[in-house]
């Protein structure tokens, strides 16, 4: 997500900045490019050269650190500011467990699901139900579901 790193061929930020020429700052200088100076738009891409030169500083700024432990809590800085502050980073993923309900006709408790997203292409276990659940069926399949959690079978 850096300015010129390794996801450079997603992001494109080098085709609308450039970096600024420094002698002795060991800082990244973005400024707009003359196509984008020439569309009259430099300044609606202003919060995003911003973002992205401070991100870029955290994170070149960090990979200096030598010790692991401080190394870790730099880049975990360094992702909070990224995703939360500039939202330069979005998250690719999406909690959907089997507590959420949603617009479906599978089953959500007989879906798989995972930690850090679903897979909707492995439908493997999942029953269908003829019709979109109610409140009231979601609730009673909810509690059907967390009973056969808190007491598993034994084997």
């Known amino acids: 997500m850096t300015y010129d ?11 609308i900045f450039d970096k600024e020429q420094s002698n002795n700052d060991k800082n990244t200088k973005l400024k707009a490019n003359d196509k984008l100076k020439a569309s009259g738009k430099a300044a609606a891409f202003e919060d995003l050269r911003t973002a992205l030169e401070q991100f870029t500083n955290e994170v070149e700024g960090t990979d200096s650190v030598g010790k692991y432990p401080d190394r870790f809590v730099e880049f975990a800085k360094a992702e909070y500011d990224g995703i939360l502050k500039s939202n330069l980073i979005l998250p690719s993923h999406t909690n959907v467990g089997p507590t959420m309900i949603y617009l479906s006709y599978t089953n ?48």
């Open 108 to 155: 959500p408790f007989t879906r798989p699901a995972f930690p850090t997203g679903s897979s909707q292409y492995r439908l493997f276990g999942a029953k269908m139900v003829p019709q979109l659940m109610t409140r009231e069926q979601f609730d009673a399949e909810k509690a059907l579901f967390n009973d056969d959690v808190n007491k598993p079978a034994k084997y």
């Open 5 to 15: 790193g390794d996801y450079n061929a997603k992001q494109r930020f080098t085709k």
